[in-house]
Structure formats: C-alpha cells, structure tokens
C-alpha cells in the first residue's frame, strides 16, 4: 500500500503506510491512495474507516465486490458521493494468488506463431474516485502503478517543475493519466503485433512454403477477438466517463472551469487512443482471414495449374497410345507391318502428331506458367 499527497507543486509519499486511522486530508491538494488487491482485501475496514474519515462516506459492498473481482471487465459506475471505474489493463504475469481472466486465450505452440500473442492477457484496475481522495486497486504485480508513482515524484522534483513537467491537477485527473499509460501499453503491443503477425501472412502467401500451423493461427485468431472485446468494454466504460463529466456543475471559476476543460481533452484523448487500438485490431483480424483466403486461393491455383498440365500431359499421349494400340492387333494385313521402315514412318509420325500437339497446347497458353 502506498499513499501520496499531492499539491500543486509537490508530492509526498506517507511513510506510515500502515497507520490509517491517523490520515488526513492536506490543506490544498489531495491524496492517492493505492494498494494491491489482496491488501484491499485484507483491509477493507480501515480502508473504510479512513474514506469516513476523510470523505465523510464509504465505499458501497457491491463497489467493493467489484474492486475485488478480478475478472470484471471494464466498466464505471457512480453514486450521488463518488465515481467507480474498472479499467483493464495488460498483464506482464499473474502471482499465485491472482485469479485467471473468464476467458484466457489457448496457449499458442511453441513450434510456430508470434510469441507476443502470449502476452494478449489483462488484469482489472479499480478506481474510486471522491472530490479529494483516488483509490485505486491493483493487481499484486501492477508494474503500471509503480512507472508512473516513480514518474510523479520525478514530476515533483525543480528540475522537472523547471522543464515544464505538470502535476495532475485533481484525483480525476490522475486517474485519466493512469489509464493513458495502460493504453499505452496496449498501442505498443499493437505495433509489436505487426510486426510479428507479418510472418505468418509471408508464410502463407509464399508459394514455396507449406502452411501447417493451423493451430497457432487458430489461436492468434482467438486472442485477437479477445483482445478486440477488451478494448470495447474499454471504450465504452471511458465514453460513460465522458457523459458523466459533462452532468458535473459548472465550476464557479475560471481557474476551475479551465480544469474541467482540460479534463475533458484529456478523456476525449483516452478514448482517441482506446479507438486507434480497437481500429487496428479489427484491421489485423481482417489481415489475418484475408491471407488465410489468398492462401486458400493460390493453393487453389497451384492446384489447377498442376491439373492441367496432367491433363495436357495425357492428351498428348492419348493419340499415341491409340497408334501403338493399332499397330498391336493381331491381324496380319495391317499396313507398314511388313516394310523394313514401317517402324521408322510410324515413329516418325508419332513424333509429328506430339510435336503438333504441344505447340498446339503452347499456343493455347495451356503449358504457359502462371505467373507469381
């Protein structure tokens, strides 16, 4: 568990972590309030105690139910006191105590496919946001609340305050640059899937190649549409957000009313990268199905090709077999049996008639190679 007191110019992290009950709300600022989800659990009544304390109200039981589910997709709700927003985010790895996503996507095989497609896994981040307190829950190894706690100190520091570096304003405005860096995360692991997800598409047009690694694909397919409905629970709970802040009350100054502006921009710019990522999934799925159809297609056409040469092939040697056929009857008046140059007028004539048929079918473009 960690807590920071956060100013307008400064940050100060609490060093007694662990003593609640003598917490307080600064004169000017607020507080971020972060622990991990099995500390949320083991301390849900002093961490109530303290939200009556400092916010006069505490956390409903189904709001705490939520906080501690870790399978719940990303969704925001609210009270008449306080915002809730659960937000997914990607998950390097899960502890033993972390449960499983509802629907995990299948292992791809070590033998083929891009390895970054392992990695398609997401945890559940919960955000109780007051008018002067953030909690926020975790997982146990959420490396993205340690990035960007260690960024807000850096933020906090003359050198970055001389440089230009701004600290979040209000708990709502820390809450929506938490959530950019998880979608960060995500426009990353969307380059890194192009990258990867080319191969495969090489793979499966290269004529020379043969395409097993149904599986894998299969796989890759699935963690795709997986991936594609996170970002859309993602998208909608931030546009609930949205419409939230636009019920708010007017602020009564300029200063205030700047702030909400600027909370909005930065909403609308989440949900901006939130959509980048859900567009460039579904462009990659559609990759995906459109080089499984051309492979289909060029297997198809190779197919064809090796099909008609067979059968130009047996043309050719149909009218020859029907010569040697005749000339194998067992009759004694057949013509040329008894010349010494039968075999050689017949041979000749033989070599003709393929000749013939060959630049027949070449002309006909029947022996043409199909071009790659």
């Not at 997982?139 to 993205?144: E, Y």
């Not at 567009?279 to 990759?287: A, F, N, P």
């Not at 995906?288 to 297609?297: G, I, L, P, Y």
């Not at 000339?327 to 013509?335: H, I, R």
């Amino acid at each position: 568990m960690r807590i920071f007191h956060i100013q307008h110019s400064s940050v100060t992290e609490s060093p007694a972590l662990e003593d609640l009950a003598q917490l307080a709300l600064p004169t000017q600022g607020y507080i971020w309030l972060s622990c991990s989800r099995q500390a949320f659990e083991r301390g849900v009544a002093p961490i109530q105690a303290m939200l009556q304390k400092l916010c006069g109200v505490q956390l409903v039981d189904l709001h705490i139910s939520d906080l501690l589910n870790a399978q719940l997709p990303s969704h925001y709700d609210y009270t008449s006191q306080y915002d809730l927003l659960v937000f997914r985010r990607l998950a390097a790895g899960h502890s033993p105590t972390e449960a499983r996503p509802p629907h995990p996507p299948l292992r791809v095989p070590p033998r083929g496919g891009p390895p970054i497609l392992r990695r398609i896994d997401t945890s559940p981040v919960g955000f109780a946001l007051f008018d002067r307190v953030l909690l926020t829950v975790h997982p146990s190894d959420c490396a993205v609340r340690d990035t960007y706690a260690a960024k807000l100190l850096q933020a906090a520091s003359a050198e970055s305050r001389a440089a230009g570096a701004r600290l979040p304003l209000s708990p709502a405005d820390l809450m929506l640059r938490v959530i950019n860096q998880m979608v960060d995360g995500f426009l990353e692991l969307r380059r890194e899937l192009t990258h990867q997800l080319d191969h495969w598409q090489a793979e499966l047009l290269n004529p020379k190649t043969r395409f097993n690694n149904w599986a894998a694909l299969l796989d890759a397919r699935l963690s795709l549409h997986n991936l594609d409905e996170i970002c859309e629970d993602q998208r909608a709970a931030i546009q609930d957000w949205i419409e939230a802040v636009k019920t708010w009350p007017d602020a009564t100054t300029p200063a205030g009313q700047r702030e909400r502006d600027l909370l909005q921009v930065r909403s609308r710019d989440v949900l901006e990268h939130i959509e980048r990522v859900v567009h460039h999934v579904r462009r990659l799925e559609q990759s995906a199905e459109t080089a499984v159809q051309m492979h289909f297609s060029v297997q198809g056409s190779r197919t064809n090709d090796i099909m008609r040469t067979l059968t130009v092939l047996t043309a050719i040697f149909l009218p020859l077999n029907l010569i040697t056929g005749f000339f194998g009857m067992n009759f004694d008046a057949l013509p040329l049996i008894h010349q010494q140059s039968g075999l050689w007028l017949a041979i000749g004539f033989m070599v003709a008639i393929a000749i013939g048929l060959v630049v027949l079918f070449w002309r006909k473009r029947y022996l043409a190679r199909s071009g790659r």
